[in-house]
Structures are given as structure tokens and as C-alpha cells.
Nanobody, 114 residues
Framework: QVQLVESGGGLVQPGGSLRLSCRAS????????MGWYRQAPGKQRELVAA??????TNYADSVKGRFTISRDNAKTVYLQMNSLKPEDTAVYYC?????????WGQGAQVTVSS
């Protein structure tokens, strides 16, 4: 089992920045993929950014150049969000995949509004 705890959401004005953090605990393996997904009201959950244990990253086109995913160990991943737009408003979920299984965090609300 793996537990994911997210932090760092909140309300920010357009053009502002936020950083989300996700810490994994439990049965942690060094081969993994961790990512951030988001779901806005009435929309499907979508991938925002992901990073593997080897450091390979990928981003949704809508956030390229504005968001950066990073990690400091096998347990913690961050999402630095800059130049935020109202359309970035959503619940952001942390996800971890390892050994053929997938786990989700509880979600962090990000609201971009003036």
C-alpha cells in the first residue's frame, strides 16, 4: 500500500504562482512514475505533468513553459505552477504508479481568480 498526501493548494490571482507538494509513504519502490492530474467541474480528469524515478518528465501542452514538476527523492514530488490562468482552476490530484498498481491522493483545490 502507498499513501499520498498533497499540500500547497489555494487561491491565487491570475499571473500568480503556487507550488504543490505530494509525499508518498508506505511500500515505496525506486522504479515509479508520479504525476499530477487535475479535474475541473464538469470535465474529465487530465494529466498535467509526470516524472519517473529516472527523472523523465512529460507535460500537458496547456502547461508547458509555465509548470515544472520535480522530485527530491523517491517519495516527494512537487509541481511549481507559474503564470497561472483562470482555466488552471481545478482539483489537483497526485498519482503514483509502481509495480503495476496506482494510487491517488485526496486532491488539492487550486483556484485562480481575481
Amino acid at each position: 500500500q502507498v499513501q499520498l498526501v498533497e499540500s500547497g493548494g489555494g487561491l491565487v490571482q491570475p499571473g500568480g504562482s503556487l507550488r504543490l507538494s505530494c509525499r508518498a509513504s508506505g511500500n515505496i519502490f525506486s522504479i515509479y512514475r508520479m504525476g499530477w492530474y487535475r479535474q475541473a467541474p464538469g470535465k474529465q480528469r487530465e494529466l498535467v505533468a509526470a516524472i519517473t524515478g529516472g527523472g523523465i518528465t512529460n507535460y500537458a501542452d496547456s502547461v508547458k513553459g509555465r509548470f515544472t514538476i520535480s522530485r527530491d527523492n523517491a517519495k516527494t514530488v512537487y509541481l511549481q505552477m507559474n503564470s497561472l490562468k483562470p482555466e488552471d482552476t481545478a482539483v489537483y490530484y497526485c498519482n503514483r504508479e509502481q509495480e503495476g498498481s496506482s494510487w491517488w491522493g485526496q486532491g488539492a483545490q487550486v483556484t485562480v481568480s481575481s
